[in-house]
Structures are given as structure tokens and as C-alpha cells.
């Protein structure tokens, strides 16, 4: 048996399909089954939150393998950055390890260093070390900056493009990612549970095979999706008291948070480039040609 978290997520949905039809027996850790849609009634359902740590032991009832993609880039009303990217995962191990699970899956992110600017870096950070540090066989992925057609970011960008021109911030011209599709992302964690557990601690990085400014991203994004735009560089204290403002106003329904805008100038890049994925056996594939007019 396998336990999931994020199952709803960009990564967790596309791998859930996967491992459904390869016919893996799979138990989903969420709050509301709902969100699953059709996969809803071939899988497992284990009630509960990250923020509740004592519905981890039914949840782990019978589990051999843990995939944890559960995150959160903001505040949540039951639990801030802190809690969810890093307190739990420290929390889900150890429930793993009484449980007597055989091997933890972990997505981070790339860049993740304790002192980040970026409160979710700082959080993968501290959940990486607790990984590293666990009694149980782990797989970390450090993950640049993933994307997928139709999700909340892409949503905000297409909003934007409404706009004569996109603004953007300076350090958005500085900071680089490589962007990585969500389905790759989910074929490497596939790929990964046809092999042999690890003998102790890995750590992989899985990145996109261009390495773009987030600027450069954001334009390459807007001309992949048939909305082409003029970019105005603002100051970024500026567009961060305006952000303020927003999320002031909007609450819980912002469209985007300070936080969020925080990664964006965040450098997510890899040494070893596409190697890890591909060692896996997954082609990550260049932003136009997933994103193209979709």
C-alpha cells in the first residue's frame, strides 16, 4: 500500500492517474474526497490534515511507501508556511518510522537554505534535514519551479495579460529557474517506485531543460499561451506594498501572496540540470511545447 499526500495537487493529480492505472493499491491522506474527482472511488481515502497529526496512524495503517507531496506556498487557515512545509514533515516521519514504512518520498524545492528570504524555502530546509536525518530509507526531489496548463499561477498570469503591458519586478530579471512540467515531475516519482528502495538518504534534483530568468519565464509562458505582452519592470518595494494591499483586501481568495511573489526571486536552478530526470528515464519537456495555446 501506498500513502499520498497532495493528491490533489498539480504533481499529485497527474501521478495519482498514473499510479491508478498501472494498478498500484494507493491511500490518499485529504480533507475532502470530493477534490479528487473520479479517482475518488479507486482509491483508498484516509481522512484527515496535515495540521492533524493523530490521523496520520490510520493513515498509515498497512503502508509500505509514503509519497509526501502536501505543501503549501501560503498561510493556510489551520496552519502557516512554517507548519505545513516544515513542522509536518517532521511529524509524518516519525509517524512513518513507527509504522515500520520501507521508504519516504519527499518533493522540495531547489535553493531550499535555512536563512532564504523566502519563508517556504526556508520551511523545504528544515523538512529536507529531517528527511536526511530520518531512520527510514528517503528520496528526496528538489523540484525547480513547476508548472502546469490551467493552474492558479498561469490563472494570475492570464489575468494579467488583460493588461497593455505585464508588470514585473527587477529581481525577476535576476533570479533563474528551470521550469519543470507536472507531469514530469510525475513520471520521475513513478520511475522511482519501480526501482529498489535506497539504501539510506537520496537526493535527486528534477528540473526543466531551460534555464530561464523568471522574467524570461514569464514572457516565454505569455507567448506559449497566444497573449504576447510588453513587461514593465517596477520597483519591487512597490509592487510589494501594492501586493500588501491586495491581500489585504482580497483575504484568503487572493489570487497571489506576498509569499508566492517571494520565489520569484528565488534562483531554482540545478547543477546537474535535466540529468537526474533523465536518469530516470523522463525527457522533461521545454515550456512552449507543453503550454502551446493550450
Known amino acids: 500500500m501506498l500513502l499520498l499526500t497532495g493528491a490533489t495537487g498539480r504533481v499529485g493529480s497527474a501521478l495519482l492517474r498514473r499510479l491508478v492505472a498501472d494498478g498500484h493499491p494507493v491511500r490518499c491522506l485529504v480533507r475532502d474526497p470530493r477534490r479528487l474527482g473520479a479517482e475518488r472511488v479507486r482509491v483508498q481515502i484516509a481522512l484527515g490534515d496535515l495540521a492533524e497529526p493523530a490521523s496520520f496512524r490510520n493513515a498509515l495503517r498497512g503502508v509500505k511507501t509514503v509519497v509526501h507531496l502536501a505543501a503549501s506556498e501560503r498561510d493556510q487557515p489551520r496552519g502557516t508556511i512554517e507548519e505545513v512545509d516544515g513542522l509536518a514533515v517532521w511529524r509524518l516521519l516519525r509517524a512513518a518510522e513507527r509504522a515500520g514504512v520501507e521508504h519516504f518520498v519527499f518533493a522540495s524545492m531547489l535553493g531550499a537554505t535555512p536563512w532564504h528570504r523566502s519563508r517556504v524555502l526556508r520551511a523545504k530546509a528544515l523538512a529536507e534535514r529531517a528527511v536526511a536525518e530520518a531512520a527510514?530509507?528517503?528520496?528526496?526531489?528538489?523540484?525547480?519551479?513547476?508548472?502546469?496548463?490551467?493552474?492558479r499561477q498561469l490563472a494570475v498570469l492570464e489575468l494579467l495579460s488583460l493588461l497593455p503591458a505585464v508588470p514585473v519586478t527587477a529581481t525577476m530579471g535576476r533570479a533563474r529557474a528551470q521550469p519543470v512540467y507536472a507531469?514530469?515531475?510525475?513520471?520521475?516519482?513513478?520511475?522511482?517506485?519501480?526501482?529498489?528502495?535506497?539504501?539510506?538518504?537520496?537526493?535527486?534534483?528534477?528540473?526543466?531543460?531551460?534555464?530561464?530568468?523568471?522574467?524570461?519565464?514569464?514572457?516565454?509562458?505569455?507567448?506559449?499561451?497566444?497573449?504576447?505582452?510588453?513587461?514593465?519592470?517596477?520597483?519591487?518595494?512597490?509592487?510589494?506594498?501594492?501586493?500588501?494591499?491586495?491581500?489585504?483586501?482580497?483575504?484568503?481568495?487572493?489570487?497571489?501572496?506576498?509569499?508566492?511573489?517571494?520565489?520569484?526571486?528565488?534562483?531554482?536552478?540545478?547543477?546537474?540540470?535535466?540529468?537526474?530526470?533523465?536518469?530516470?528515464?523522463?525527457?522533461?519537456?521545454?515550456?512552449?511545447?507543453?503550454?502551446?495555446?493550450?
Open 136 to 151: 527510514i530509507p528517503t528520496t528526496t526531489l528538489r523540484c525547480s519551479l513547476i508548472y502546469a496548463p490551467g493552474d
Open 183 to 294: 507531469g514530469d515531475v510525475a513520471a520521475c516519482v513513478a520511475a522511482l517506485l519501480e526501482r529498489a528502495v535506497p539504501d539510506g538518504h537520496v537526493a535527486l534534483d528534477i528540473a526543466g531543460p531551460q534555464q530561464l530568468t523568471h522574467r524570461d519565464t514569464v514572457a516565454a509562458a505569455l507567448a506559449a499561451i497566444g497573449r504576447p505582452r510588453r513587461l514593465l519592470a517596477l520597483p519591487s518595494g512597490l509592487l510589494r506594498l501594492a501586493q500588501h494591499a491586495y491581500e489585504v483586501a482580497a483575504g484568503p481568495i487572493a489570487f497571489t501572496s506576498r509569499d508566492e511573489a517571494d520565489l520569484l526571486a528565488a534562483t531554482l536552478v540545478s547543477e546537474h540540470g535535466t540529468r537526474d530526470a533523465e536518469a530516470l528515464g523522463v525527457r522533461p519537456r521545454p515550456l512552449a511545447e507543453v503550454l502551446g495555446w493550450y
